[in-house]
């Protein structure tokens, strides 16, 4: 499918179409014809459907905010299963604004111009098109390996991927079902781990709001974080190393935030097994893993 357009346009190849169950149909019509094209008339989910094909996407032009949000999965809302599927490939002739690849779990993103930041969960790798820059989705790599290489400082190293680059990146590793690691050796972006099932993410610096959102197993470690972190968290673990900036473990349903200062939660001491986790994930001794709190929502 090709398209060419005159402006730039939000959400394009977004399989949410802006979170469609929020606004139903008031911020974006998945039927509606996208804005500026020349000479073809493609609906928002036009471009959607030929990815879920497994073909490309090719557009000439600069791209809007959020291009390629949750590519490649099947969106229990719109009647699928909530997992990854197969997914073409987006190529665009032109700039691509924030938020590229956000939650993406599959496909690939060529893009010939620049890219603003934050981006989403993808990682840049060996292009195999001459003036491309081309992305892969982490989620995607670390559950189905790699053929290309990622480019550096970034590297893979057996099943753990290391963040090198200084970019700020939302949704790192959303909906990983892997027992892989994100090591991010800097900052992150919003919602870290959002929906991660296995897996474990270690942000050496401050991640954003909502990290460990809707967090469904595995291990989120960051030492300073936004608002809302562990909100809606329904298993697996949420370590905090430093500050929060307020409501920790909001709408929290399961799993466990340990973390120094308060929660929205109440909260419990940490125990040895508790303890001896801390120590191994942050290298700190049995004293200061003691003055960690434990909140459960239990």
Known sequence: MHLELSNPVDCLCDFTYDFYWQHEGKRLDPKGVIPGQEDTSYTYEDLVNCLKNGEDVHIKGNAG???????????????????AMNAGSIIIDGDVDTRMGISMVSGAIYVSGNIKQPMGNVVEVESDRKGYRKFRSITGILQNGLVEKVIQPNFLDGDSLYLKDGIIRDTIAARLDSRAKVIVEGD??????????????HVEGR????????????????????????????????????????????????????YKGDAMAQPAPVDGNDIKMLVRMLGINRVEGMMFKKYTNL
């Not at 992150?188 to 993410?201: D, E, N, P, Y």
């Not at 460990?212 to 673990?237: C, H, P, Q, W, Y």
């Not at 929060?244 to 399961?254: I, L, N």
């Open 207 to 258: 991640a954003g709001q909502n990290t460990g959102v809707l967090l469904s197993g595995g291990t989120v470690v960051a030492k300073n974080t936004d608002e809302f972190a562990g909100t809606g968290m329904r298993s697996g673990i949420l370590i905090i190393s430093g500050k929060s900036k307020g409501y920790v473990g909001a709408g929290m349903k399961g799993g466990t935030i340990l």
């Open 188 to 201: 992150a972006g919003m919602s870290t781990g959002i929906l991660m099932k296995q897996g474990l993410i």
């Open 65 to 83: 905010k959020r291009l390629g949000s949750s590519l490649g999965v099947d969106l229990k809302f719109f009647g699928g299963n909530g997992a």
